[in-house]
């Protein structure tokens, strides 16, 4: 049976999309791999009426709630992939028939891709951190650390300085220019040079973060920006018009969620430059709302 849409990504964007379809009583499939990015964070914040809830949690109540609504099923696995045009796509899971779908939603999320520091995955999520709005609360104030990765680093570690005492560790990248030094000056960020070579546990629940000079630096977090990567390869196989960021490339769309490519959306962290659960849970809203204008309107959107 032809779906009226396939969501590729189980995430806060592509169940809040299957929500407005499930709704609308369209017929949905959601393929699901079971590894959101936020799934190395045991808790969430900043979330209406669920501060503190585990994200993994809040997905699994979803799903349970969206199970009620025979229109939408869901498959695990990973979507191989994905060929047509608008009203007649093809979407290939490994092990399992091929589907087929009129319109496309991309909801996959990203890759986080740290740098290659010794000790760094292993905390990531729990005092390595990306999001000083998500986590910044929790950790109470004191000694701060942020990586530089990216030429927004220094922006990065001007925004952490409302949580601590912040340190740039700018390892081995080029130095800030005027301007962003300026803005640490006025933030009382501290500018620290020097590769970082190694990150390991302190004392009392302190990181400590070990120079290539052989300096080390006691913080109560670090804070990282990775390199972010569209997971998979569907978006471009189909050819959708991607959006340089300073973190990485994103899948360029309207404001109803629509690529490059006739029949096909994207939601979430795969679309927005900045993204958090909130956010991406209002993407997955406006593309469930532009999914189905499209499937009413022929050639109302693309």
């Not at 990567?229 to 189909?238: C, D, N, P, T």
Request: charged share 20%; glycine share 12%.
């Amino acid at each position: 049976m032809q779906q009226d849409a396939i969501i590729i990504g189980g995430g806060f964007a592509g169940l809040s999309a299957a929500y407005i379809l499930g709704r609308a009583r369209r017929h949905v499939t959601i393929i699901d791999s079971g590894t959101p990015r936020n799934r190395f964070a045991a808790h969430s914040h900043g979330v209406l009426a669920l501060d503190g809830k585990s994200g993994l949690e809040i997905l699994a109540d979803a799903r349970r709630q969206l199970a009620a609504y025979p229109t939408v099923t869901f498959i695990e696995g990973e979507a191989d992939s994905a060929e047509g045009v608008i009203d007649g796509f093809h979407v290939r899971v490994a092990g399992q028939d091929t589907m087929e779908a009129r319109r496309l939603l991309l909801a996959s999320g990203m890759e986080d891709r740290l740098p290659d520091i010794p000790g760094m995955k292993e905390r990531w999520g729990r005092t390595v951190l990306h999001c000083p709005y998500c986590h910044g609360y929790e950790i109470g104030g004191g000694p701060l650390g942020v990586l530089a990765t990216h030429p927004m680093s220094a922006h990065q570690a001007a925004v952490v300085a409302d949580w601590g005492d912040v340190t740039l560790f700018t390892n081995a990248m080029p130095e800030p220019d005027e301007a962003a030094r300026s803005l640490l000056e006025r933030r009382n960020v501290n500018l620290q040079a020097g590769a970082v070579s190694a990150i390991e546990s302190g004392a009392d629940e302190m990181l400590s973060v070990h120079l290539a000079t052989g300096r080390i630096f006691e913080v109560k977090a670090l804070f990282v920006g990775p390199d972010l990567h569209i997971r998979g390869s569907i978006a471009k196989s189909l050819g959708c018009q991607l959006e340089e960021t300073p973190a990485g490339k994103i899948i360029a769309t309207d404001a109803v969620k629509a690529t490059s490519v006739a029949g096909v959306y994207a939601a979430g962290d795969i679309a927005r430059a900045f993204g958090n659960i909130t956010l991406s849970s209002a993407d997955g809203v406006m593309a469930g709302l532009g999914v189905h204008q499209s499937l009413m309107f022929a050639g109302a959107h693309p």
